[in-house]
């Protein structure tokens, strides 16, 4: 699990370090739009297959199927 999380974290860890990385965070243009926009909507596009691969992992599928099973039988 711990290997998913991280590959949920790399994407956080690099939205959040934004207004910190100096060839982000200065007047320049990507694409004819804000480097700081483009960069950023990279890295939220990015989020979306990382937590597809973490709610898709096999042991997310594991834990669904017990929830599935109706827990302790009585």
Same mark, same amino acid.
Not at 5 to 13: F, S, Y
Not at 21 to 29: I, K, T, Y
Not at 39 to 47: E, F, P
């Given at each position: 699990?711990?290997?998913?999380?991280?590959? %949920?974290?790399?994407? /956080?860890?690099?939205?959040?370090?934004?207004?910190?990385?100096?060839?982000?965070?200065?007047?320049?243009?990507?694409?004819? %739009?804000?480097?700081?926009?483009?960069?950023?909507?990279?890295? /939220? %596009?990015?989020?979306?297959?990382?937590?597809?691969?973490?709610?898709?992992?096999?042991?997310?599928?594991?834990?669904?199927?017990?929830?599935?099973?109706?827990?302790?039988?009585?």
């Amino acid at each position: 699990m711990r290997r998913y999380l991280i590959i %949920l974290a790399i994407p /956080v860890v690099a939205l959040v370090a934004t207004v910190w990385l100096p060839f982000v965070n200065r007047a320049s243009l990507w694409f004819g %739009l804000p480097s700081v926009m483009v960069w950023s909507v990279i890295w /939220v %596009l990015a989020i979306t297959p990382a937590l597809a691969l973490l709610e898709f992992s096999p042991r997310q599928r594991d834990a669904d199927a017990r929830e599935a099973g109706g827990g302790p039988k009585r």
